[in-house]
Antibody, heavy 120, light 113 residues
Framework: QVQLQESGPGLVKPSQTLSLSCTVSAGSISRGTDYWNWIRQPAGKGLEWIGR???????DYNPSLKSRVTISVDTSKNQFSLRLTSVTAADTAVYYCARGGAAPGAFDYWGQGTLVTVSS | QSALTQPASVSGSPGQSITISCTGTSSDIGSYNLVSWYQKDPDKAPKLMIY???KRASGVSNRFSGSKSGNTASLTISGLQAEDEADYYC?????????????FGGGTKLTVL
């Protein structure tokens, strides 16, 4: 079955850029109907959808984060990535990557999550 | 956009049934049959339980069911078991003049007494 694994720095300084990658294994990232998502959860709070990308490159972003978010995809590496600029302590969270599309409107496979702390 | 509204907590005894509500707006739950429910244990990734409002994900017990009426979706768990104790999140596709996005509820902590 499809597996997703997040990777990237666990500590980012305020005002800098958070960068994470998600590697998809045991399945192709290029399956036509799938889209690839980033979702986060700050400690003690709920889940927040960040954005998604199709392998065509088409993206949608959370309106509240849109000005700071870029999601990209590299099909040759079976990988997609997140960039979040101008981070603050409020961006400290566990970041998950997840697959969408197979179950309409839902996220059926998730990575284990990676904690990113914004601190100087 | 605002998060969907869920009760902070619900509880029930083993064998009982509980229902978790999820209230949105005409821009999300009310307009699309794309509500999903996730079970989340601490330090684990969310697990898809229900999608398209009432369809069970692969391998999910038929004790879990979902429904929708107007701007409110519901998750019902029947025959409560200790292993059901977890946080539950609803999620809906939504649109605005800015574009398409997903919105989650704040989460509901289920305690099995």
């Amino acid at each position: 079955q499809v597996q997703l694994q997040e990777s990237g720095p666990g500590l980012v300084k305020p005002s800098q850029t958070l960068s994470l990658s998600c590697t998809v294994s045991a399945g192709s990232i290029s399956r036509g109907t799938d889209y690839w998502n980033w979702i986060r959860q700050p400690a003690g709070k709920g889940l927040e959808w960040i954005g998604r990308i199709y392998t065509s490159g088409s993206t949608d972003y959370n309106p509240s984060l849109k000005s700071r978010v870029t999601i990209s995809v590299d099909t040759s590496k079976n990988q997609f990535s997140l960039r979040l600029t101008s981070v603050t302590a409020a961006d400290t969270a566990v970041y998950y990557c997840a697959r969408g599309g197979a179950a309409p409107g839902a996220f059926d496979y998730w990575g284990q999550g990676t904690l990113v702390t914004v601190s100087s | 956009q605002s998060a969907l509204t869920q009760p902070a907590s619900v509880s029930g005894s083993p064998g009982q049934s509980i229902t978790i509500s999820c209230t949105g707006t005409s821009s999300d739950i009310g307009s699309y049959n794309l509500v999903s429910w996730y079970q989340k244990d601490p330090d684990k990734a969310p697990k898809l339980m229900i999608y398209e409002g009432g369809k069970r994900a692969s391998g999910v017990s038929n004790r879990f069911s979902g429904s929708k009426s107007g701007n409110t979706a519901s998750l019902t768990i029947s025959g409560l078991q200790a292993e059901d104790e977890a946080d539950y999140y609803c999620c809906s596709f939504a649109t605005s003049r800015i574009g398409a996005f997903w919105v989650f509820g704040g989460g509901t902590k289920l305690t099995v007494l």
